[in-house]
């Protein structure tokens, strides 16, 4: 059976503007065929990302009304840290802007050393940050501080139509290896992403999990979560691993983070808020140096640059994603969409993950070749065709250039449909699907694009390109 619920009713809508072929050519054209840089007044169906896209619930939006604008001590900040301490487990939580500000502090912090007069020098250089896989922010962060972003991920996760139950697993064996190779002392953190977004939103194993930390204990590295989505990520484990289909959500929560020092999280995806995030961790020391930079570069310890307001907005998500009937409706609405592409032929990473289908354009358009970016080609064409705007996470977003100035590609050609939570109805998915089908009838037409500018980092955001 197809069919699902959705387990909320919808009390306020926004009208979207339909635009022709005609004036979308226009449109990508004046954004230099970046879809980023289309102004959203002009998407149909916006699945770029389901990071800040979120429909917050009438319980949030009391909330935001609610909320204590306080600078110091805020009533909101107390209802916060409670519910993010009874979730995650940490000593200590701090507010942040959003995740990538999380992450900024983070690596400053690790991947740096303070001079006499007190200043942060980077000190990145020859040391290594490990994971399943690094998304595009953290690795900029980590990249930014002069260090190694390394992607360890199982070799079932580089293989989009391999099933696996948990594709977003770190490679233990790898991991011991590279842990020798490179030797602890250059290990300053150890990171485990859930669930794997660059890797087709795939969920980690709580034995993964576990022995990630056992691995990190024993040598002495810390271990963090970047728990973005540590909800899917809780319900994959409920419905997928042996001996945890009995336990409750919060149950599975509490020992996935039982697990770690500490971790980062942006709370404009599985929070169901506009804007916001936190970094949580146990060691002492670790909080001074994080706090101190967070009053520098965001606000006090009980905001973080973020308004009261947010706080319980963010604090009312945490509660209501804990929602298990939610979280099936979330996980299936999702399935329903990659169901329908495999029907009719359309390439994707298979199982399905849970905020995105990932579409593999590398088997989808196999004469585009990877300096050419077919995932990109295929990010436009969706726009172009159906006012769909998609992300490209493949050699744009994660492609090298060698000393030569040779591209390296990415190991993947992925073209991610984020869904946004509680946003989109059936009929939006299958208008998508119904997209997707015409643009195979002529897929071989497709062309290819080239970067005519680009930044140093995070060249996806602001790339200029012109059609092969």
């Not at 954004?31 to 959203?40: C, E, Q, R, S, V």
């Not at 930044?455 to 390109?465: G, I």
Request: hydrophobic share 40%.
């Amino acid at each position: 059976m197809k069919s699902f619920l959705e387990p909320f009713r919808i009390k306020t809508v926004e009208s979207i503007r339909v635009t022709s072929r005609e004036e979308r050519e226009e449109i990508l054209k004046k954004a230099f065929y970046n879809t980023f840089l289309i102004p959203a007044e002009n998407v149909l169906i916006d699945l770029l990302t389901d990071s800040g896209t979120s429909a917050m619930s009438a319980k949030q939006w009391a909330a935001l009304m609610d909320g204590d604008e306080s600078y110091a001590g805020a009533r909101s900040y107390y209802k916060f840290e409670k519910v993010v301490k009874d979730i995650f487990g940490f000593k200590y939580i701090l507010p942040v802007h959003q995740g990538r500000a999380a992450e900024r502090i983070l690596f400053t912090m690790v991947l740096s050393k303070i001079d006499s007069s007190g200043r942060y020098i980077n000190d990145g250089q020859g040391k290594y940050i490990p994971s399943n896989n690094h998304f595009d922010t953290t690795r900029a962060n980590i990249e930014f501080n002069g260090a190694e972003a390394i992607d360890l991920v199982i070799e079932e996760g580089k293989k989009p139509d391999v099933v696996h139950p948990f594709k977003g697993n770190m490679d233990i064996e790898k991991l011991k290896r590279f842990i020798k190779e490179k030797g602890c002392e250059n290990i300053p953190i150890c990171m485990l992403t859930i669930t794997n977004n660059t890797g087709g939103g795939q969920p980690v194993s709580m034995e993964n999990i576990r022995e990630v930390s056992k691995i990190c204990k024993e040598n002495r590295i810390p271990f963090f979560l970047d728990a973005c989505r540590f909800a899917e990520n809780a319900y994959f484990i409920k419905t997928r691993e042996k001996g945890y289909e009995n336990k409750s959500i919060i149950e599975i929560c509490n020992e996935m983070f039982s697990y770690a020092d500490g971790c980062t999280m942006s709370a404009k995806k599985d929070a169901f808020a506009n804007i916001g995030g936190f970094i949580a961790m146990n060691d002492d020391d670790w909080y001074i140096k994080c706090r101190n930079l967070l009053i520098i570069t965001e606000g006090y310890i009980t905001y973080g640059g973020l308004a009261g307001r947010d706080m319980d907005a963010i604090a009312q998500g945490l509660i209501e994603i804990l929602d298990e009937n939610y979280l099936k409706y979330r996980i299936e609405s999702t399935k329903y969409i990659g169901e329908m592409l495999l029907e009719n032929d359309i390439p994707i990473i298979r199982p399905v993950g849970g905020h995105a289908i990932y579409i593999d354009a590398k088997t989808f358009l196999p004469h585009i070749p990877a300096n050419q970016f077919p995932a990109h080609s295929l990010t436009c064409e969706l726009y172009l065709t159906g006012g769909i705007r998609a992300v490209e996470i493949g050699s744009v977003m994660f492609g090298k250039y060698d000393e030569n100035g040779n591209m390296i590609p990415a190991d993947m050609e992925l073209v991610r449909l984020a869904i946004p939570r509680r946003v989109y109805t059936k009929s939006h998915f299958d208008y998508l699907v119904d997209i997707l089908k015409e643009i195979k009838k002529y897929k071989d037409k497709i062309k290819g694009y080239k970067i005519i500018e680009e930044p140093k980092f995070l060249r996806h955001f602001t790339a200029k390109f012109s059609p092969i």
